[in-house]
C-alpha cells in the first residue's frame, strides 16, 4: 500500500499485491496525499494510552482521557487506518465487516478483491483464522482466512484498483 513518486517522470505509483508478486499500479495525485495501514495488534501501555502497530512496521499512540472507559479507543485489529503522507496523521479508519471492500493479500487467490460477503467464525478458533468470503464485480466468490484479508474502505475502496480484481 506504499506510495512510490518518480518526479522527474511525473509517475505515482501504489504498490499493490498480485498474482506474480508485488506490482506498480499508477495514481492520480489526489491519490498520493494517504497511504492504507492494517492494524495488526494493539496492547495498552503505561498510563491507559492506546498502542497501535501496524502491518508497516510503525506504531501509533491514541491518548486516553479516562483509562477506565477509554472513548478514544475506536479501533479493532485487522481494521484498516487511512494514514496522511508525509505527516502520518489518521485520516480515516475502515471496520471488517460484510460489505466492506478488500483485497487479498496473500496465499493461493492474493491480488483479487471485492466485497466481503461472509465472515466465519467458529467457537474456540483464532480470529484471523475465521474464514472470509469475497465476491468480485463479476460475481466470482473466492475464500481466503482473515489473516490475509486488508479492508480498503467503508463501502466502496479508497483507492484505485486495476480492472483484473
Same mark, same amino acid.
Given at each position: ?32 496525499g ?23 512496521? #510503525?506504531n501509533?499512540?491514541? %491518548?486516553v482521557k479516562?483509562? !477506565?472507559?477509554p &472513548? ?6 485487522l481494521? @484498516? ?6 505527516d ?10 460484510e460489505?466492506?471492500?478488500?483485497i ?6 492474493i491480488?483479487k ?8 467464525? #467458529?467457537?474456540?478458533?483464532? %480470529?484471523?483464522?475465521s474464514? !472470509?468470503?469475497i &465476491? ?7 475464500? @481466503? ?17 486495476p480492472e483484473?480484481?
Amino acid at each position: 500500500m506504499d506510495v512510490v513518486s518518480i518526479p522527474d517522470a511525473e509517475k505515482i505509483y501504489r504498490i499493490l499485491p498480485s498474482q506474480k508478486g508485488l506490482f506498480l499500479h499508477p495514481i492520480g495525485k489526489d491519490e498520493a496525499g494517504f497511504k492504507l495501514c492494517r492494524i495488526e495488534n494493539k496492547s495498552v501501555i503505561k498510563g491507559g494510552h492506546v498502542q497501535l502497530n501496524l502491518h508497516d512496521g #510503525r506504531n501509533i499512540l491514541i %491518548r486516553v482521557k479516562d483509562p !477506565v472507559k477509554p &472513548e478514544e479507543d475506536l479501533y479493532q485489529t485487522l481494521e @484498516t487506518l487511512k494514514m496522511s503522507i508525509p505527516d502520518q496523521e489518521v485520516v480515516g479508519h475502515f471496520r471488517l465487516t460484510e460489505g466492506a471492500p478488500a483485497i487479498i493479500v496473500d496465499g493461493k487467490n492474493i491480488g483479487k478483491w471485492g466485497k466481503i460477503v461472509t465472515i466465519e467464525q #467458529r467457537p474456540g478458533q483464532n %480470529r484471523r483464522s475465521s474464514l !472470509v468470503t469475497i &465476491e468480485d464485480k463479476k460475481g466470482n466468490r473466492f475464500q @481466503t482466512t482473515l489473516d490475509y484479508m486488508f479492508v480498503l474502505g467503508d463501502t466502496e475502496p479508497s483507492i484505485s484498483l486495476p480492472e483484473a480484481g
